[in-house]
């Protein structure tokens, strides 16, 4: 399903382009929450550590990396 193997509870670091098709990234790092397949491949949704939630595709993710 994943390249990653991301799973529910894991904690994720990446590099994300900013507002999903810039040159310019972002570092994300967050608490998985959902992981899923969608039309555009799979994806998982981060819980930031100040609150805000955001849904990552795992095709645009850079350097990503599962810390537990």
Known sequence: MN???LS?????RCKYPKHGTR????RHEGVVEKVGVG???PYA???HADGTARTLSE?????A???S
Request: charged share 25%.
């Open 45 to 47: 949704t981060v819980r």
């Open 8 to 12: 529910v509870g894991a904690v994720l």
């Open 3 to 5: 390249k990653l193997n």
């Open 59 to 63: 095709a645009r993710m850079i350097d």
């Open 65 to 67: 990396s599962v810390v």
């Open 23 to 26: 040159n310019i990234l972002k």
């Open 39 to 41: 039309p555009r491949g």
